[in-house]
């Protein structure tokens, strides 16, 4: 299990440094999750034990004790390395869609471009999101749209750091006619 997540992590690391989603790793996460069910599983009927021993002996034997923590910190150490993996891709999938690309058109325009090439793979092989990604793009794209569209004069999309230059330019948008600042 140590691989797998050792491989989310490289994976979500290759993703950070690129300028582009690597395809999903579906069943790297599906490992993880199945190890994470079997983990707590394991827990339960660990803790079903002891509470069946502690009424007729009464102590709790050190090995058990070793058992329920070492998996306790396996299924959080899952969990943790799940939740980056999926923040990661879902901080690019924000991130492209704020500059304004169309994640699911280029995506869409690969699969063609591989499948016009006579790839045997198909196009699902080269399929970068998952169908619950696809779905948050669509989701999260439609409210970016509604949230832009409100202030159509302001450019949200621009830089959020403040200019270093002693005078800038002020671009108007609208005549509010004389305006008094604190300095005249």
């Not at 409100?150 to 948008?173: A, H």
Request: hydrophobic letters at 30%; a negative charge; aromatic letters at 4%.
């Amino acid at each position: 299990m140590e691989v797998h997540t050792t491989g989310l992590m490289q994976n979500a690391k290759r993703v950070i440094a690129l300028n582009r989603l690597l395809p999903y790793q579906a069943d790297t996460v599906s490992v993880l999750l199945q190890g994470t069910r079997e983990l707590n599983d394991s827990i339960n009927n660990t803790l079903e034990e002891i509470q069946s021993q502690q009424s007729s002996a009464g102590q709790l034997g050190p090995e058990k004790t070793a058992s329920l923590l070492v998996n306790h910190l396996c299924m959080r150490r899952n969990k943790r390395c799940l939740l980056a993996y999926h923040k990661v891709r879902t901080d690019k999938i924000d991130e492209a869609l704020w500059s304004g690309k169309d994640i699911l058109e280029d995506q869409q325009s690969q699969q063609k471009q591989q499948a016009g090439e006579g790839a045997d793979s198909g196009a699902e092989g080269s399929n970068n999101l998952s169908p619950e990604e696809e779905e948050y793009t669509r989701q999260y794209g439609e409210l970016l749209a509604a949230y832009k569209g409100q202030w159509t004069d302001i450019d949200l999309t621009g830089s959020l750091e403040p200019p270093k230059d002693l005078f800038v330019d002020v671009r108007v948008l609208k005549d509010a006619g004389e305006i008094m600042t604190e300095y005249g």
